[in-house]
């Protein structure tokens, strides 16, 4: 779940800082193969979109002048104050993105509309990063925002939104780059016709999305020499196009020439806006990639290298475009100088490549993120890097990338519109970003109202805009963002809407406490040997699911678990802080329950010691209970109800319970196992088929202190019995229905929509790791 141990940190101050300085100059050198490809792409593109067009008619050195004072001031303010200086400050434990600004913002304010939240939750070390929402419980518009459901909603919506934007830019991405660097072969190459080009940036693109399974950790390390390259390159051509061409290229870095550009070509200058904004796309995996790598390293990296590259390299483009107005469809590659120009036409389609890993990096995370609160589909999410956490690779949505850009390759062929395409997305992104960044302002860094607006107004205005510019292309290509993002928000909010509803139904049919009281200990039904762990989304109560099988089974387990795993709105839990345990009814039921926490960003891989996990937590909350008064002084703020955090580093000092491990071989020999013949012989028989899962086998023994009290023995023992007879998972198998007092929109949302969902992707057995052998599955209709 966590980063495995790395490079020990030594304990001299000096030391300490070095290691810190060599760690996040490492990490900068591979933020350039993730981060920074497609920023640095764009030169290739950039020029050739602005002058497509009315604007044409404009053409002469103000106009190139005006583009390149234009290019200049959006990459200082957007890039550089917005996201380097300020953006990247407002990190959740590390974690960046659209999701993570979310999930902060629900931390220090109620805003989230899944009611699975407990007061402990609020107790994780990781929750309590920044200040505490306690000091901001008097604002005003925190009060208003939590107190109308309309509002939380629309904010869902608006994060969505701006998070399936991202998903477009994966698509949009590897279509632009890799098809712009190709586009440089017909320069030299006249002969190739359009058909030939298309069929070698497929075949590129094939390739690209086929390398991802290999992680972000190994791609980073082989695409940031590509980058590097690049940027010398770009950096070089830039520098010797504008001695050698037009050194007076310099005054444009001057605000003069904006004005004069807009004088001049008028609402043709507005509308090529939209070419403006693509010189700073790519900014926003700046803050996506954040949790891949730190935001000192991003910082350096760009401030430092990419921002002067770029800055000399779009002024030696126009420095060349002011004397050969001719060439503008296609200018970066016609200014290389010839002796140099096959070297870098091959970094340029390697640049692009890279370009391209950038926004596929933030799509990952940004789909994780979403899985993990509730508001996309359980897909598989393989954890590529054992040393570098964060590092997912996605199958099913690389996959559905890699099929979506071929289409929009093939079907568009041209740079032009797709870079309409692109510059919606990208601006929609920082658009939404702008306003949650605002929230952040208030709500977390708690700075005055006037402030935020200031901020907001002030890149809203800019944002605007270039928003404005790039929404008049929506019918040149500018509709493909709006409707890929249009059904990614149709399904992620499917999904929430229906895990909500779910979620309330299991809340207002819980089992009543009375009624299992009433029942006494044996629940009026046989107890056998055996554990009997039932998995519920419900963090207090018992689950309607029980009252199944108290009413139609004759017979149930001694022990019985009731297993919450949920996600918390924070980007990881520690181990430590893992498990909450507690009883559900008085000791003689032996009915306990069990909370696993995950962050948004955490792994839940199967660790093959879950059980002997939970064995132990349980055994340790027994043991603590009985000295229940000394116990909660010490930790009374870790309590939710009679629930309490177990740490596993307790656990390792604990004397509840003696541990001693064997090999599976033994195990059949040693253990005198309640199940029938007939369950062991097909346990073998799973064995044998799986023997990559077969590990070491935990027993359990009560340590002999004689100062045990007699209760606690006795239940300690039966909880050891109940583990040596075997443990079964139980889950519910569920069918979600809409009423039939329903409106006909919620019928299809929920019998069409998310059934539909539900029934194509990870099963909740599979997602929870829940071994096959053991699993029991109830069928249960909600309707909701």
């Keep these: 779940m966590e980063p495995e141990a790395g490079i020990p940190i030594p304990r001299n101050p000096s030391s300490l800082s070095w290691v810190n300085l060599s ?43 005006g583009a390149f004072s234009l290019i200049f001031w959006t990459l200082t303010l957007i890039p550089l104050l917005k996201y380097v200086f300020l953006v990247l400050s407002a990190d959740d434990n590390g974690e960046g993105g659209t999701f993570a600004l979310y999930s902060l913002l629900c931390r220090h304010a109620k805003l989230s509309l899944l009611p699975n939240q407990q007061a402990a939750d609020e107790e994780l070390s990781a929750y309590k990063y920044g200040p505490s929402s306690h000091t901001i419980a008097s604002s005003p518009l925190k009060k208003f925002l939590e107190k109308y459901k309309r509002l939380r909603t629309a904010l869902l919506i608006v994060v969505l939104f701006g998070a399936c934007m991202v998903i477009g830019d994966g698509v949009l991405t590897p279509a632009i780059s890799v098809l712009s660097a190709v586009s440089g072969l017909k320069v030299a190459e006249s002969k190739l016709n359009n058909g030939e080009l298309l069929l070698i940036a497929c075949v590129i693109l094939v390739g690209l999305f086929a390398l991802q399974h290999f992680g972000t950790h190994r791609v980073a390390f082989m695409f940031a020499p590509v980058v590097i390259i690049w940027l010398v390159s770009i950096f070089s051509i830039g520098l010797y196009n504008t001695i050698f061409w037009n050194p007076k290229v310099v005054r444009a870095l001057s605000p003069y020439y904006i004005i004069k550009f807009f004088r001049e070509t008028g609402k043709d200058g507005w509308i090529s806006l939209g070419g403006i904004l693509l010189s700073i796309t790519g900014t926003e995996a700046m803050f996506a990639d954040l949790g891949h790598f730190t935001a ?54 390697l640049a692009a490549i890279v370009g391209s890993q950038a926004v596929i990096s933030a799509t990952f995370s940004i789909i994780k993120q979403c899985n993990a609160l509730g508001c996309f589909p359980r897909v598989k999410v393989v954890h590529t890097s054992k040393h570098i956490y964060g590092q997912i690779y996605i199958p099913e949505i690389n996959w559905i990338l890699m099929i979506l850009t071929l289409a929009i390759t093939i079907g568009f062929q041209d740079t032009t519109m797709i870079g309409n395409a692109y510059g919606l997305a990208c601006m929609t992104v920082m658009f939404v970003t702008t306003f949650l960044m605002a929230l952040v302002i208030i709500f977390i860094w708690q700075k005055s109202v006037f402030l935020a607006a200031a901020f907001l107004f002030f890149f809203w205005f800019i944002e605007g805009v270039y928003l404005s510019a790039a929404l008049m292309k929506v019918p040149q290509g500018g ?42 200990p044996s629940l009026g039904i046989v107890r056998v040997p055996g554990i009997g762990l039932i998995y519920s989304e419900l963090a207090t109560g018992v689950p309607a699911i029980f009252s199944h099988f108290v009413t139609n089974l004759p017979a149930f387990h001694n022990v019985l678990v009731f297993v919450c795993v949920k996600s918390v709105p924070v980007p990881y839990v520690s181990p430590e802080e893992r498990f909450l345990i507690g009883r559900v009814c008085p000791r003689p039921y032996r009915m306990y329950r069990c909370i696993v926490r995950y962050g948004y960003k955490d792994i839940q891989r199967d660790s ?90 935990v027993r359990f023994h009560l340590p002999s202190s004689p100062g045990m009290d007699p209760a606690v023995r006795e239940e300690l023992t039966d909880l050891i019995q109940a583990k040596e007879a075997g443990v079964a998972y139980i889950l519910g198998h569920s069918y979600v229905k809409a009423r039939r007092s329903s409106s006909y929109l919620k ?13 194509n992707c990870r099963g909740p057995a599979v997602a929870l790791n829940i071994p096959h052998i053991s699993l029991i599955e109830v069928g249960m209709i909600y309707y909701v």
């Design 747 to 759: 019928k299809i949302v929920i019998d069409i929509g998310y059934s539909f969902l539900r029934k």
């Design 23 to 65: 760690k996040n100059l490492i990490l900068a050198y591979q933020s350039f193969g993730v981060v920074y490809g497609d920023l640095s792409t764009s030169p290739l593109y950039v020029y050739t979109s602005i002058f497509k067009g009315k604007l044409q008619t404009h053409l002469n050195e103000d106009a190139i002048f």
């Design 608 to 697: 093959g010691d879950f059980e002997s996990q939970l064995i132990q937590s349980i055994a340790e909350f027994i043991h603590r209970e009985a000295v229940e008064p000394q116990f909660s002084t010490s930790e009374s703020s870790s309590f939710d109800g009679r629930m309490a955090v177990i740490s596993t580093k307790t656990l390792q000092s604990s004397s509840s319970l003696m541990v001693s491990e064997q090999e599976d071989d033994d195990v059949g020999i040693s253990i005198q196992s309640s199940k029938s013949p007939t369950l062991q012989s097909l346990r073998l028989v799973y064995d044998d088929e799986n023997t990559q899962i077969r590990k070491r086998h």
């Design 479 to 520: 509709w493909v963002p709006l409707v890929l993002s249009f059904v990614f928000t149709i399904v992620m909010y499917v999904w929430h809407y229906g895990t909500r509803k779910k979620y309330t139904f299991d809340l207002h049919n819980k089992v009543s406490l009375k009624w299992l009281l009433g029942l006494g």
């Design 296 to 349: 000192l390293s991003i910082r350096v990296a760009f401030a430092f290298v990419i921002y002067p590259c770029l800055v000399v390299q779009y002024m030696g483009q126009a420095a060349f475009l002011s004397r050969h107005l001719d060439q503008t469809p296609g200018s970066f590659f016609e200014s290389i100088p010839r002796p140099v120009y096959w070297p870098v036409f091959v970094i340029a389609t």
